[in-house]
């Protein structure tokens, strides 16, 4: 399991902007919408290089909070239907394949502008 998860500053960027259109202050609650919202998405994203390059950093236990285990079992289960590999380097890296990919669906500017879309993002079923 992943102990700690450091974003790229471009991730980190958007992020704030996030968090100053839907008032939810903490980084970690953001991410957990980043990474369902990207693994509601059909096709696995795709495998690129993404920099650890910024001072935004925290541990699985602050990530996952009570459900840790869950988050990490979703992404190792989503890791087995891709056709992927589900041992710990390919699900640490699909899971950041997906944060990111999360993070950046969210910040799209019409994407959200307050937590009800956040919400309706998510359960968005044709998204």
């Known amino acids: 399991m992943i102990k700690q998860i450091k974003l790229s500053s471009q991730a980190r960027d958007k992020l704030i902007r996030i968090k100053s259109r839907t008032g939810i202050g903490q980084w970690n609650i953001l991410c957990r919408w980043a990474l369902?919202?990207?693994?509601?998405?059909?096709?696995?994203?795709?495998?690129?290089?993404?920099?650890?390059?910024?001072?935004?950093?925290?541990?699985?236990?602050?990530f996952g909070g009570e459900l840790n285990e869950l988050y990490w079992a979703l992404v190792k289960a989503r890791c087995y239907k891709d056709g992927l590999g589900t041992d710990e380097e390919t699900v640490a890296q699909q899971f950041r394949l997906h944060l990111h990919r999360g993070i950046g669906y969210l910040a799209t500017p019409s994407a959200i502008s307050n937590i009800g879309d956040l919400i309706n993002l998510a359960l968005d079923e044709d998204k």
């Not at 059909?42 to 236990?61: G, H, K, L, R, Y």
């Open 36 to 62: 369902v919202v990207s693994m509601k998405e059909a096709s696995p994203p795709t495998v690129v290089d993404i920099p650890a390059d910024s001072n935004v950093e925290m541990s699985w236990q602050v």
